[in-house]
């Protein structure tokens, strides 16, 4: 992470005309994203899970910097995208999905919400790196299982495509 550069870089497209957009995992202090975050026009906003301990599974680590950065973002009126990607028997409980819609519909400023499919065009990237995958044996999402999540957050009241 380059957040002075990226600050910098943003405020120059700023000065351009060029319209700005941040694609976060959220997981960064929140000291050293705000300068960042003021810079951006849109932030796009992983949200791997919602639970701690499901989210802690996927990603290794806590919840509480992505949910502080949502805060922030909602705080300062910065347009954000948030993004799912559902992997059936991990990130797709209905009970947490609809948690998570429900939390976030207290957002002003979300614009959307994603709903993307598990899918393992990214494998052969742990192959390469000689990494273990732990996802080989897990299905793609599919097509109903995807637009029963995007029903649960339309039924939170969010845009969803």
């Known amino acids: 992470m380059q957040p002075k550069f990226v600050a ?12 700005t957009a941040l694609d976060t995992s959220g997981h960064c202090p929140l000291s050293l994203a705000a300068p960042v975050l003021q810079q951006s026009d849109l932030v796009l906003l992983d949200f791997k899970a919602f639970r701690p301990e499901t989210f802690r599974k996927v990603t290794g680590t806590g919840i509480d910097q992505t949910v502080e950065m949502a ?11 948030i993004r799912v990607v559902q992997v059936p028997g991990l990130t797709d409980d209905a009970a947490e999905l609809g948690e998570m819609a429900e939390f976030l519909a207290g ?9 993307s499919p598990f899918h393992k065009m990214g ?7 000689d990494l273990p995958y732990t996802l080989t044996d897990t299905p793609p999402a599919t097509r109903g299982q995807v637009e029963r999540t995007k029903e649960l ?9």
Do not use: D, T
């Open 8 to 19: 910098a870089l943003f405020e120059a497209c700023h000065k351009a005309g060029i319209h």
């Open 71 to 81: 805060k922030y973002l909602n705080e300062h009126k910065i347009p954000m995208w």
């Open 107 to 115: 957002f002003s400023n979300i614009e959307r919400v994603e709903i």
């Open 123 to 129: 494998e052969y990237k742990w192959q390469a790196l």
């Open 153 to 161: 957050f339309r039924r939170a009241g969010h845009f969803v495509p």
